[in-house]
């Protein structure tokens, strides 16, 4: 466990001082938002379905952004060697850069959503609470796959290209059942389907949070 | 060799003649429903294809054998070909009976998935450029794409509610020539299949032979 949070305080401690990744994602987060603003026209009867598939766009393509870059990082200082050489089981090395990766993903969604209750207009009192829910649930599935594929589309020829290419069709349940959960709980109208959506989300979870973390090790020799 | 491409010959043969000559046209549709019998059989043949690559990718990253990886790929390229021609074909057959090429309903949906997933999967072997600590990745992203589909299935319910049943128009019971027919289709393909998965798995074979002289010849 230490070693767990070893990896992912140096991620934090590294970031800290750079803020790198931080604000580009912020950065590029805010910029989707407001592109998709000039891309549609809002009228008010829009918003309730567009806002929350925009919420989770924003999020996903700033994550794939911070995700491609925080391996990238590693890569670039040959710190992946100074890892793998140090006595520890893959799967280690797994959960501790995926924790790392589903903080900063999380921080940004944190720092999008008052961005967000502006822009749009929402009162959030009510569902803060099942909205960070969802987000955290979201997040964990985004990173768990994220930090496997990663990984793999450092080393290839196409580099960070292939990892969007990798990561978009393989989540797509997260982003579907986080989109559907999002809204009802935004709109305070129940879901009829809610229940389903959050079984979609949290199977997805633990499924693929199992699986890559099994597989991690088949992709990260050197 | 021979034995399996004369085979294949016959079995398509007698596929054709089934779905446009032996099998009866149906009431409802009329003859564009004859496509159905091919539609069924690409289906079913990417559908093979496509667990070969599952059980492969798993069995290559288990053993590391050349065999498995070679075996994942040729499947993974033919199952993208008859994926292409299960949508291509049920696409001509959706026109004149829902009245458009495509819908959204949750197995099309899915299908479509399907078809990006094992074209991610052939972009990320090219990129992985032939190395075979690569073929691990290939691997990888096999296995994660075949657990993804059921989930990938049930979001696509989530966004539409109801699936229509695709296949309707054959009704509650199917006539027994059509059965007959659907079943010869169905051999017919897979004899194909098998045909053009041995084709490939021996051209792969014989590249490897060629890079390994290669290598020879240029280690002297």
């Known amino acids: ?222 | 060799m021979r034995i399996l491409t004369g085979l294949a010959f016959v079995g398509i043969v007698a596929s054709l003649y089934a779905a446009f000559i032996y099998a009866p046209t149906e009431a409802v549709m009329g003859p564009v429903q004859r496509i159905f019998y091919f539609h069924m059989g690409t289906v079913w043949v990417a559908t093979i294809a496509f667990i070969i690559v599952f059980i492969s990718s798993i069995q290559y990253l288990r053993k590391e054998s050349r065999f498995w990886d070679v075996l994942a790929l040729s499947s993974a390229e033919i199952g993208v070909l008859f994926i292409t021609l299960t949508i291509i074909t049920g696409s001509i057959w959706a026109k004149p009976v829902w009245g458009t090429w495509w819908t959204w309903d949750p197995q099309l949906t899915t299908t479509f998935v399907l078809w990006i997933l094992y074209v991610v999967y052939l972009i990320l072997r090219s990129s992985a450029g032939g190395d075979p600590r690569k073929a691990k990745y290939a691997a990888v992203f096999g296995i994660i794409a075949f657990l993804d589909l059921p989930l990938v299935y049930a979001s696509a319910r989530l966004m539409r509610g109801i699936s229509p049943v695709v296949f309707g128009g054959s009704g509650g019971g199917i006539a027994p020539e059509m059965m007959v027919a659907l079943l010869v289709n169905l051999v017919g393909f897979t004899l194909l299949f098998l045909l053009l998965l041995k084709q490939r798995i021996d051209i792969e074979r014989m590249t490897d032979e060629l890079s390994k002289l290669k290598l020879e010849e240029a280690s002297q």
């Open chain 1, 1 to 222: 466990m230490r070693k767990i949070w070893a990896i992912v305080w140096k991620d934090i401690i590294t970031e800290l001082r750079t803020k790198e990744l931080l604000s580009s994602m912020l950065t590029f987060a805010l910029l989707i938002i407001v592109i998709f603003n000039f891309a549609f026209d809002f009228s008010s009867e829009l918003i309730p379905t567009a806002a929350p598939a925009i919420l989770w766009v924003a999020f996903t393509f700033a994550g794939v952004l911070g995700l491609g870059r925080s391996f990238a990082l590693e890569k670039e200082g040959n710190s992946i060697l100074g890892i793998l050489l140090t006595p520890t089981d893959r799967t280690i090395i797994f959960l501790g850069k995926m924790i790392s990766n589903a903080i900063f993903v999380f921080i940004v969604a944190l720092l999008i959503l008052p961005m967000f209750v502006l822009f749009f207009n929402y009162g959030l009192s009510r569902s803060l609470m099942p909205l960070l829910l969802i987000v955290f649930l979201g997040t964990i599935g985004f990173a768990a796959v994220g930090t496997l594929f990663s990984a793999m589309a450092l080393n290839t020829k196409l580099r960070e290209v292939l990892l969007p290419i990798l990561i978009f069709p393989i989540i797509i349940p997260v982003i579907v059942s986080s989109v559907k959960l999002s809204g009802a709980v935004l709109s305070g109208n129940p879901m009829s389907r809610a229940g389903s959506a959050l079984q979609v989300l949290v199977s997805f979870d633990i499924i693929f949070l199992v699986i890559c973390a099994v597989v991690f090790e088949y992709v990260i020799e050197e």
